[in-house]
């Protein structure tokens, strides 16, 4: 069976005139493909910088079926795809401006 990353998108801090966020009543779940279970339990934060934070936590399940349940009635992942793209492939999260210095050390060290 396949192994499946479950991401799961939260706002814990929130910086809004009432505390709120306008999504916090919606589910905003995706899912990757992953070769193993290395990301399983994991949550990964990132500060906006400007009183607001996002949280990531990640499942992995085996199968398609467990995959589909979880994901079953998301909303996508509210075009902060991003994290998820950089934790799949970074393993933390990194805005754009972060993985171009990585990049660039990288080139640096080659």
């Known amino acids: 069976m396949a192994l499946y990353a479950i991401l799961t998108l939260s706002m814990p801090n929130r910086a809004s ?3 709120g966020w306008s999504g916090e009543r919606d589910k905003y779940v995706v899912s990757r493909t992953v070769k193993d279970e290395a990301l399983n339990g994991r949550s990964f934060y990132y500060n906006f ?3 607001w934070g996002a949280n990531v936590h990640v499942d992995v ?3 398609a079926k467990l995959k589909n349940a979880a994901v079953k009635g998301s909303k996508g992942f509210c075009g902060y795809d991003w994290m998820v793209d950089s934790i799949i492939s970074h393993g933390k999260i ?3 401006d972060q993985i171009d ?5 990288s080139r640096m060290k080659d």
Do not use: A
């Open 61 to 63: 399940v085996d199968g």
């Open 101 to 105: 210095k990585l990049k660039e050390t």
């Open 94 to 96: 990194l805005n754009s």
């Open 49 to 51: 910088g400007d009183g």
């Open 17 to 19: 005139w009432n505390g």
